[in-house]
């Protein structure tokens, strides 16, 4: 079998997430002000436009593995950064809310292709000794994606269109980056290793449970995506280009995500996931009470980056772990409820915006994240019976031989892919 470095795979996975989720998801909320000013947009139309990419996102993800399947992770890849270039610059000439819709669905389409395209790829060429820990890193690219949409901020103050012009040429560059640095890989056909056991009753409630705090987490995170800078600026009256170091804070701290989700996944995930989600809540609290202050809205923002970076993570390694040799689905669960949860938050932190004001409506999410963290202990980490995943079949052991041996001693045959070029 051929296996590339782990950290080469890592490296670039993180560069077209950040090209992705970084840039053609997340950073439209920096940009929530200046595009509300230009096109008159109340609060309650961004906010429902701000679903929209999270929607188109949930449903190609039910379809990419099938897509992935028969066009191979190259293809996919380089389909997936189109249509983030197709996206942002529809976007960066939108003179209303549908054509800037438009623009933004198709951000979504991109981010729903990518990861399934990625994990595929890692799935067949990189040893399934560190998926876990592969994976982790490359969802830290967001973070990297989040940062390099700053400058864009303080350099073109006013400029979105331009902003978003220069994002639409780094996606030109990611699409190259796909074409030259992911293999073709389709379809994957097992040789002597047996298939996937069934999904059991315990994985099935394990899941659900992943499926539910996942959604949590999206729904409550939602209100600081959408419209954390927006309260900055309208209710503590900083200016965009300070808005801006907001995201860049983010997107620094979010980088420590790949770590502590890696490290919380190890030792105790259920009493993670409620610090993390305690630190998330704490963001939005502090956002809303002094959004005037610039250091504490900073603060508050690498408060945030650090753990919903971290929370991600520990969902993705928990999604691996509960269905080890189901890449195409384990990972892809947790980033679907995320969306969900975010899709549905949006316009209703939008309509709660539009009705109660900023301090009000965090407020709100901010309580039903303390609620949420409180039964953190029903979290599907770690468990000591018999239906527990052993550490070597989830991937998440860095230290695991690569060599995996059979019963008899000789090297085990993990899947091949049909073809590699």
């Known amino acids: 079998m051929q296996h590339v470095s782990g950290m080469r795979f890592a490296l670039t996975g993180a560069m077209l997430i950040a090209i992705s989720f970084g840039l053609a998801r997340f950073t439209f909320g920096l940009f929530v002000p200046q595009i509300r000013a230009d096109l008159e947009l109340s609060a309650n139309t961004i906010g429902t436009i701000a679903a929209l990419p999270l929607i188109s ?3 190609v993800s039910l379809v990419a593995p099938l897509v992935t399947k028969y066009f191979g992770a190259r293809n996919t890849t380089v389909l997936s950064a189109a249509f983030a270039v197709v996206g942002l610059a529809l976007m960066s000439q939108a003179r209303g809310p549908i054509l800037l819709g438009v623009g933004i669905v198709a951000c979504g389409i991109c981010t729903g292709l990518m990861m399934p395209a990625l994990t595929a790829a890692m799935q067949a060429l990189v040893d399934r000794s560190i998926h876990g820990r592969v ?3 490359m969802n830290a690219g967001t973070s990297i994606g989040i940062a390099l949409s700053v ?3 303080l350099l073109l103050v006013g400029a979105w269109r331009y902003a978003y012009v220069s994002f639409t040429l780094f996606a030109i560059m990611g699409v190259f ?4 640095l992911i293999p073709s890989v389709s379809r994957f056909r097992p040789t002597d290793a047996a298939p996937p056991p069934k999904i059991t009753t315990r994985q099935c409630r394990r899941l659900l449970s992943l499926f539910l705090f996942a959604f949590a987490m999206g729904f409550i995170a939602s209100a600081y995506w959408t419209f954390g800078p927006d309260l900055a600026i309208n209710l503590g009256s900083l200016s965009s280009q300070q808005s801006g170091w907001l995201w860049l804070a983010l997107g620094i701290a979010g980088l420590g995500g790949a770590i502590i989700s890696d490290l919380a996944d190890r030792n105790n995930p259920a009493i993670t996931h409620a610090l993390m989600l305690m630190m998330l809540t704490t963001s939005l609290t502090l956002l809303a009470a002094s959004p005037g ?4 809205a900073v603060f508050s923002a690498l408060v945030f980056g650090l753990a919903y970076m971290s929370l991600t993570g ?3 390694m928990t999604g ?3 269905l080890p040799g189901r890449l195409s689905m384990g990972p892809v669960l947790a980033f679907v409820a995320c969306a969900l949860g975010q899709a549905v938050g949006s316009p209703i932190i939008g309509l709660l915006v539009g009705k109660f004001g900023y301090a009000d409506s965090f407020s709100m ?3 039903a994240g303390v609620l949420v963290s409180l039964l953190s202990p029903f979290y599907p980490g770690r468990t000591d019976d018999d239906t527990a995943i052993p550490e070597d079949e989830t991937g998440l052991q860095a230290a695991y031989d690569y060599q995996l041996q059979n019963d008899e001693g000789e090297p085990l045959q993990t899947n091949q892919p049909e073809q590699v070029e």
């Open 135 to 137: 994976s982790s890193v």
């Open 365 to 367: 999410f901010a309580a």
């Open 293 to 296: 202050q610039i250091y504490l």
């Open 320 to 322: 691996i772990r509960l």
């Open 151 to 153: 400058p864009a901020v």
């Open 57 to 59: 996102f949930v449903l």
């Open 177 to 180: 980056l796909a074409w030259y």
């Open 314 to 316: 520990l969902y993705l």
